[in-house]
């Protein structure tokens, strides 16, 4: 399909096509010196002792559950409005997930009362997941966590950049997890990372992501050691450095692309209002510093999503859907949902959903482009 304004954009440039070359001339591609650099600044961007980089942030999420001490007959609570990765992760351990609502049509980030209501002696765990890269009620989630003397893993995939009173996003759990996936806020095409404060999570996860093993192949490059022992049953979540430079140079212009995100959705806000009354704004306003990764919009209640979203096909405007929830899909039907919480606004919301084209390079035409599209899709 020929978009005219597609969903997402990368932002790619010389400096990104450089870092490459400059790692493929080094001669070192694996796990090395850029991806050691590439953690130490991500770290310092959101502000916690340790980041960990990885393949994905699926296999950050499974590693975060496995540091965690995530096992089998466990219960971890989970937002059902998320990508299935989330409850996946929670999955691979042999736990289980029980899937939590979210806050309101206004905040679908999961609801600490929801979280309440899932609660049973089997909880080991919450996973959080800032939608869109709006904060979740961090404070009262943590509060809730200590009181139960449950672990909180964060599901940053959307929200590298964002922050809560000043803190950022994934370092406010015991761990957090992002996402470089090339539709992310930042990309490296394939890619993740861990954040934590705690030394003995960050020695789990470092020794989880090169199959248990006690010294890496660049040690033993670097002279620093010649064997190894292995000491848990560990996978390959390693990155490379190809990806590490192009997360580098991604990281450097990670402020100013969420802020002309920002920009964007403001003026999609405003034209909202004055062009499609009806249609419902999550989010307008939200706690701390947004990374503004997707726009979401609720079409009025009763509304025909599909013909929506074929109007603005019509117009070359691409849309999408965040998210089909969890607890239906056919390879969730034998978690039996119907004997746990009810998910009422999910429920109320899943069919209105439609995510609108956001990136950094969408124009202040190209916003008035997708609204005057917007405002003939709903006449
Ligand atoms: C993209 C995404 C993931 C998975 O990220 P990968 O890097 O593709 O594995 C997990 N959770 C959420 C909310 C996501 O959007």
């Given amino acids: 399909m020929d978009w005219l304004i597609p969903l997402g954009d990368v932002d790619f440039g010389a400096e990104e096509e450089a870092a490459v070359l400059e790692v493929l001339r080094s001669r070192w591609l ?10 130490k600044e991500f770290s310092a961007m959101v502000g916690s002792r340790h980041a960990i980089a990885v393949n994905n942030a699926t296999a950050a999420l499974h590693l975060a559950c496995l540091a965690c001490g995530i096992r089998p007959g466990d219960e971890v ?3 059902s409005l998320t990508f299935v990765a989330t409850a996946n992760a929670v999955r691979y351990t042999g736990a289980t997930p029980v899937f939590a609502d979210v806050v309101s049509e206004l905040d679908l980030t999961i609801s600490v009362q929801s979280i309440e209501a899932c609660l049973t002696e089997k909880t080991r765990a919450i996973i959080v997941m800032h939608y869109g890269g709006y904060a979740c009620d961090m404070p009262s989630i ?3 966590a200590k009181q139960h003397g449950l672990a909180v893993i964060e599901d940053a995939a959307h929200s590298a950049g964002a922050a809560l009173e000043g803190r ?3 370092s406010w759990g015991q761990v957090g997890c992002y996402s470089f996936f090339s539709n992310k806020n930042m990309t490296t095409g394939e890619g993740g990372m861990l954040v934590t404060d705690d030394d ?3 020695g789990r996860l470092r020794n989880l992501r090169s199959h248990g093993m006690t010294a890496m192949t660049w040690d033993r490059h670097q002279g620093h050691a010649w064997s190894y022992d292995v000491t848990a049953l560990g996978y390959n979540y390693r990155i490379d450095e190809i990806h590490s430079a192009i997360g580098r140079v991604q990281l450097s212009k990670l ?8 920009q964007a959705v403001a003026q999609y806000n405003e034209l909202l209002l004055e062009l499609a009354p009806s249609i419902t704004i999550p989010f307008q306003s939200h706690r701390g510093l947004s990374s503004y990764h997707i726009f979401p919009i609720l079409l009025p209640k009763g509304g025909d999503r599909l013909a929506f979203m ?6 070359r405007i691409q849309t999408s859907i965040h998210y089909p929830p969890i607890h239906k899909f056919s390879a969730y039907a034998e978690l039996d949902q119907s004997a ?3 998910l009422p606004i999910t429920e109320d919301i899943v069919d209105r959903e439609v995510t609108l084209p956001l990136y950094p390079g969408l124009s202040e035409k190209d916003v008035l482009t997708v609204m005057q599209a917007v405002q003939k899709a709903m006449s």
């Fill in 30 to 39: 694996t796990m090395g010196s850029v991806t050691q650099t590439f953690e």
């Fill in 340 to 342: 746990r919480a009810p």
């Fill in 77 to 79: 609570i989970v937002p």
């Fill in 142 to 144: 943590m509060a809730f």
């Fill in 200 to 202: 003995a999570i960050a």
């Fill in 310 to 315: 074929e109007n603005m096909k019509a117009e």
């Fill in 168 to 170: 950022g996003l994934g």
């Fill in 255 to 262: 402020a100013h692309n969420n802020a002309r995100r920002a």
